[in-house]
T-cell receptor, first 114, second 112 residues
Framework: AQSVTQPDIHITVSEGASLELRCNYSYGATPYLFWYVQSPGQGLQLLLKYFSGDTLVQGIKGFEAEFKRSQSSFNLRKPSVHWSDAAEYFC????????????FGSGTQLTVLP | GAGVSQSPSNKVTEKGKDVELRCDPISGHTALYWYRQSLGQGLEFLIYFQGNSAPDKSGLPSDRFSAERTGGSVSTLTIQRTQQEDSAVYLCATTIQGRELFFGEGSRLTVL
């Protein structure tokens, strides 16, 4: 069975600093990987996804993520964080492209200091 | 509609009461999912509707939980005889291509 681990429950960064949110997955074959963001009182919004090809994927709002098969990781990065990035971030893995197969991590809460 | 709409946004109920949560999907989206998000947890899959096919109910935690989708559009999640452990945010999501999910803002349920 597939699983997702987000080791950091809560991360605090200063505005303008760089950000990296960690995500490790467990799945035997090449997974389909996703990052979602949930702002307070909002539903989840897709930031980016990896299905195949280039292992560095670009998403919305200036985010990117890199798929590293050797480390079973799909870490999310942003070079300069904005106050509006404060939210909860969820990594998800699927065994196929179908949303029915999605397994979500437990989330990382990001706080941005002025 | 333009987005997935859920109601009520907040619901406080007493233990033992029944509650109904509603989801209006994006027009044309054939697949609809219900998830439960408990404090500090990831999203837990509850149930999945796809077109006219029989729903996938494998994620429902007990027989107190049920859901229906009328006319392939609006869906209702019903929780009977609510318990305190049912307190959570219930999220609805829809998709048309099976990959990217579009989420509603959720219904926050508090069982006293």
């Amino acid at each position: 069975a597939q699983s997702v681990t987000q080791p950091d429950i809560h991360i605090t960064v200063s505005e303008g600093a760089s950000l990296e949110l960690r995500c490790n997955y467990s799945y035997g074959a090449t997974p389909y990987l996703f990052w979602y963001v949930q702002s307070p009182g909002q539903g989840l919004q897709l930031l980016l996804k990896y299905f195949s090809g280039d292992t560095l994927v670009q998403g919305i709002k200036g985010f990117e993520a890199e798929f590293k098969r050797s480390q079973s990781s799909f870490n999310l990065r942003k070079p300069s964080v904005h106050w509006s990035d404060a939210a909860e971030y969820f990594c998800a893995v699927a065994s196929s492209g179908s949303a029915r197969q999605l397994t979500f991590g437990s989330g990382t809460q990001l706080t941005v200091l002025p | 509609g333009a987005g997935v709409s859920q109601s009520p946004s907040n619901k406080v109920t007493e233990k033992g009461k029944d509650v109904e949560l509603r989801c209006d999907p994006i027009s044309g989206h054939t697949a609809l999912y219900w998830y439960r998000q408990s404090l500090g947890q990831g999203l837990e899959f509850l149930i999945y509707f796809q077109g006219n096919s029989a729903p996938d109910k494998s994620g429902l935690p007990s027989d107190r939980f049920s859901a229906e989708r009328t006319g392939g559009s609006v869906s209702t999640l019903t929780i009977q005889r609510t318990q305190q452990e049912d307190s959570a945010v219930y999220l609805c999501a829809t998709t048309i291509q099976g990959r990217e999910l579009f989420f509603g803002e959720g219904s926050r349920l508090t069982v006293l």
